[in-house]
């Protein structure tokens, strides 16, 4: 089993709509969860921290459950800029940052 | 600030040639990564450097070599490349203690024949 397992998607959804994506991991004593971006044949960059209490930063909003092992990231009111692959990313009891594969998302007008 | 820096940007080699990916950081961090991605696999790191003067392996160092050759750089070199090291490298550099961001470098497309 992967130690961090994302959908690959691709999500195709339209301008202004809302979408989810979920991560899980199977390291219980994980510590740390980010979200990173990374565009088309471009570096990753970090989107979000993900905290237990979960987080907002405008129309992006993160989600821990720690019971059930993953962590969510939900996209409101979709811009086509948002095009990317969004990496799910976990830092592990062994201060090691796990990557996700990454899941595709594609806006279209 | 420029960030991190890769060099070069682009390479094809033949199987069995050698070659140096540059990386460089303006940011004062103490900790630098290698990584490749390749599809379906997501970042695997290569080697790490916690620190200037340490190096330690990663994930997948089998056929890689890293020299952290200050506090600056961290350069990784393939001493005989083969196919299967046909991927795209992105360095990274962080500072410990601070927070767990890691900042990418725009990465190296390598493609071996």
């Known amino acids: 089993r992967k130690e961090v397992e994302q959908d690959p998607g691709p999500f195709n959804v339209p301008e202004g709509a809302t979408v989810a994506f979920n991560c899980t991991y199977s390291?219980?004593?994980?510590?740390?969860f980010f979200w990173y971006r990374q565009d088309c044949r471009k570096e990753p960059k970090l989107l979000m921290s993900v905290y237990s209490s979960g987080n907002e930063d405008g129309r992006f909003t993160a989600q821990l459950n720690r019971a059930s092992q993953y962590i969510s990231l939900l996209i409101r009111d979709s811009k086509l800029s948002d095009s990317a692959t969004y990496l799910c990313?976990?830092?592990?009891?062994?201060?090691?940052?796990?990557f996700g594969t990454g899941t595709r998302l594609l806006v279209s007008p | 600030n420029a960030g991190v820096t890769q060099t070069p940007k682009f390479q094809v080699l033949k199987t069995g040639q050698s070659m140096t990916l540059q990386c460089a950081q303006d940011?004062?961090?103490?900790?630098m990564y290698w990584y490749r991605q390749d599809p379906g696999m997501g970042l695997r790191l290569i080697y790490y450097?916690?620190?200037?003067?340490?190096?330690d392996k990663g994930e997948v160092p089998n056929g890689y070599n890293v020299s952290r050759l200050n506090k600056r750089e961290f350069s990784l070199r393939l001493e005989s490349a083969a196919p299967s090291q046909t991927s795209v490298y992105f360095c990274?550099?962080?500072?410990?203690?601070?927070?767990?961001?890691?900042?990418f470098g725009p990465g190296t497309r390598l493609t071996v024949l």
């Open positions: 450097s916690a620190s200037e003067g340490t190096t």
């Open positions: 390291n219980s004593a994980s510590q740390s």
């Open positions: 940011m004062n961090h103490n900790s």
């Open positions: 990274a550099s962080r500072e410990p203690g601070t927070s767990f961001e890691q900042f």
């Open positions: 990313v976990v830092l592990t009891g062994f201060q090691k940052l796990v």
